[in-house]
């Protein structure tokens, strides 16, 4: 824990193409090794496969892959007299937008045999109609929070 407070949340510049602060949040989530321009690249040229196979502005497709993926409860653990109780909590809109990035990328990574463009369109497209490992995440994630709801007194 710091002393001094918590560290400012940073101004993100939208990215170029599409003008979106998302788009630029999701490359700073796909970049490895500090390799922005080949993650920015990457994006784009998913989000060109996804324009190309629905037939719809790709933007519109992501967001709604995003919205399919974002988590509104979760479980926090929680030690309570020596027992740790898996509280169940609402997710802030910055965090819930965060882990839906985290998990898109982090299961588009984990698909064998294409390249990464063609992984993460496939993943942004099974999203969008709300299918696929991401959105039983997020599913999953609600189940757990939904079971543990006996303890949400514990929250703080």
Known sequence: MSRRGRAPKREIIPDTRYNSE???RFTNKLMQDGKKSKAEGLLYDALDIVGER??????EV?????????????VRPRRIGGATYQV???VESRRASTLAMRWLVG???ARKGKPMAEKLADEILDASRGEGTTVKKRSDTHKMAEANRA???YRW
């Open 22 to 24: 998302k788009v630029t």
């Open 54 to 59: 629905t037939g719809r502005d790709p933007m």
């Open 62 to 74: 992501f967001d709604e892959a995003l919205n399919n993926t974002t988590p509104l409860l979760e």
């Open 88 to 90: 169940p909590r609402e």
């Open 107 to 109: 299961v588009a990574r």
């Open 151 to 153: 303890f949400a007194h």
